[in-house]
């Protein structure tokens, strides 16, 4: 079944890259890591998977920016006013955001720990996507990078166990066939002459 999978997916050709481009927009690592494998078995190059995984990851986190971006201070502020929280409050985190913005977003990327927060209060906080950029591009290099190698040596490493377990499973099969038959033999050679 792998192999018709296999074989279906290398004749969509460039669509391939389509295909991830949109997986990476929904679930970045894991489609990261499912492109990666795939190129591993020579479907898609791994080169291009690193473009076009870190394009997608890059686009959805403009995404997430452009929210906050849009949202504001001001609807954030009637939010939680609602909410009880103080104007003071919100003040000071888009402050704390501001000062350590390119921390935020490097450590929230590379650590895949609360980026969609991160972006959405980059957003909220007015700092400039070009600023944002700074940070997202060494923390998506690293990430994405890291994503792609390993999953490509996965990939190989996969394939070789693949090899391995198979060889090991026909050798296997031959030293049970051969006790199989000796243990058969002598079980047959020791009721003859009790008979």
């Known amino acids: ?3 018709h999978l ?5 004749h969509l050709g460039k669509w391939n890259y389509v295909v991830l481009a949109a997986l990476v927009i929904v679930e970045g690592p894991v489609a990261t890591l499912l492109g990666s494998i795939l190129a591993s078995v020579g479907i898609l190059k791994p080169w291009a998977v690193f473009v076009v995984a870190s394009t997608s990851n890059m686009f959805s986190d403009f995404l997430w920016y452009s929210l906050g971006r849009f949202g504001g201070q001001e609807r954030l502020k009637w939010v939680l006013r609602k909410a009880g929280v103080r104007e003071e409050t919100v003040d000071l985190f888009v402050e704390k955001v501001k000062a350590r913005s390119w921390s935020i977003i490097f450590t929230a990327k590379v ?3 609360f980026s969609i927060p991160a972006f959405v209060s980059a957003g909220i906080a007015g700092i400039s996507w070009l600023k944002v ?11 994405t990078g890291g994503i792609v190698i390993g999953g490509y040596y996965f990939g190989q ?4 166990l693949e090899r391995g377990v198979r060889i090991a499973g026909g050798v296997g099969g031959v030293i049970f066939l051969i006790l199989a038959i000796r243990y058969l033999s002598r079980s047959s050679g020791t009721k003859v002459s009790e008979t």
């Open 133 to 143: 950029l700074s940070a997202l591009l060494p923390a998506e290099v690293l990430w």
């Open 6 to 10: 296999l074989a279906m997916l290398g």
């Open 1 to 3: 079944m792998i192999e």
């Open 157 to 160: 490493f996969a394939q070789q």
């Open 111 to 113: 650590t895949l720990s």
